[in-house]
């Protein structure tokens, strides 16, 4: 079937040939252009359907990454995750064609030099600095010590976007590949200013400033000439938030209430005591660890029903050209996912963090249907600059397990 341009092409070829039949004039050709301008265009589009599709190889890559870590003292760990994606993004498949990953162990090396040249080193000799000219007891160390941490917390915002805009760039499928189009510095802004009215509301603000920083990250998201597009509102989150944040208080204050009159209320008459000795020291660290892993599990178990709606809203609010996509996360299946992650971690002692990683992705994908079509005949590589240096304060501030 011919596009209706190409019989708007073929009229006006006969109208100017010397073999024209005399019955097409100039009228003809007009009326039959126009007739033809007013029809929709063809679309050329395919369905999208995203997969992973297992290779062999990643077992020897754990064991060759951990081993070489300790033989340089972690610093092989750059060329470590880059094998580990490439691995990774080659078992996923876009309608039956890989992804291909082209970022380098040296991209990220240099990224995290530049960070801690910029960053870490000024903040390392201003402390020492001041350590040596005031001793430890002045309150300008403490000082310094709180301006790094808040430093850190405005700078984490920009640490995940050039995170994403880094390997988004070096992210190929059918020689395409992805950037961001915003900007770093004013994403990080919104983070931080999102983090402070979440602290503010006790959490209460966390679907909407999640929704809204979503928004602006997923709308800035071009893979080749083709932008991602995300709208959509919080409204829907704020039931199931609800019940997991009254959940959670009650939580604590059932373990807290447990600790003080069951088991613990021996240990917490001891801290009463004339003064801590070594054996309460020891006692009050084993029960911090021990709390604070409790707790956490906790946290991360009650969460997880609120975790899991959040993310298939908002990727049902997320449309590429002309389809959309649905994810189908559930509160049990995430725990499991949580829960066979730090087994996997724990029980290998770290060597099993590709697994970690893969798992994970596989668990989206396997969850994510799409509906619609793509017409990828109309995409075009991306035209934006890319980042010559890597990650570095993603890796300084150990922004997830990729």
């Not at 010590?145 to 994403?164: C, D, F, Q, T």
């Not at 390997?167 to 990080?188: A, D, E, Q």
């Not at 004339?274 to 009050?284: H, L």
Request: charged share 15%; glycine share 10%.
């Amino acid at each position: 079937m011919r596009c209706p341009c190409e019989y708007a092409i073929v009229s006006a070829d006969l109208r100017d040939s010397p073999f024209a039949p005399a019955s097409i004039g100039t009228c003809q050709a007009m009326t039959a252009i126009a007739a033809t301008a007013g029809t929709p265009p063809v679309r050329r589009g395919e369905a999208v359907a995203v997969t992973y599709e297992p290779r062999p190889g990643l077992v020897g890559i754990a064991i060759v990454n951990w081993l070489l870590n300790i033989v340089t003292f972690t610093l092989y760990r750059f060329w470590a995750k880059t094998r580990v994606r490439r691995h990774i993004w080659s078992c996923i498949r876009i309608n039956g064609e890989p992804l291909e990953y082209t970022g380098t162990g040296g991209e990220l090396f240099l990224g995290a030099l530049v960070v801690f040249g910029l960053l870490f080193l000024p903040v390392i000799a201003l402390n020492g600095v001041v350590y040596l000219a005031f001793g430890p007891e002045s309150p300008l160390v403490a000082g310094i010590s709180g301006l790094s941490s808040l430093i850190a917390l405005v700078l984490y915002g920009m640490a995940v976007y050039r995170a994403r805009r880094y390997r988004l760039s070096r992210t190929l499928w059918r020689g395409i590949r992805g950037t961001m189009s915003g900007s770093p510095g004013r994403y990080t802004l919104r983070y931080f200013g999102a983090l402070l009215l979440k602290v503010v509301t006790l959490g209460w603000a966390t679907p909407a400033m999640n929704l809204r920083l979503e928004n602006r990250i997923v709308n800035e998201t071009v893979f080749g000439s083709e932008p991602f597009r995300f709208a959509g509102s919080s409204a829907p989150l704020y039931r199931r938030y609800a019940v997991c944040w009254f959940a959670m208080i009650v939580i604590v204050f059932a373990m807290l209430a447990a600790a003080m009159g069951g088991g613990f209320s021996g240990f917490f008459k001891s801290l009463g005591g004339p003064g801590p000795g070594p054996e309460v020291i020891i006692r009050i660290v084993v029960f911090g660890i021990v709390a604070a892993l409790v707790l956490g599990l906790v946290y991360s178990i009650v969460w997880a029903a609120y975790t899991a709606r959040q993310m298939n809203t908002f990727v049902g609010y997320t449309t590429y050209d002309a389809a959309s996509f649905c994810l189908s996360a559930s509160t049990l299946s995430l725990i499991g996912l949580y829960l066979g992650n730090i087994a996997i971690f724990i029980l290998t002692l770290g060597i099993g963090q590709p697994f970690v990683a893969q798992r994970t992705i596989r668990y989206f994908i396997d969850r994510l249907q799409s509906e619609g079509t793509v017409d990828w005949t109309a995409i075009r590589q991306s035209s934006a600059a890319m980042d010559r240096r890597g990650e570095g304060l993603a890796d300084a501030f150990d922004v997830d397990i990729f």
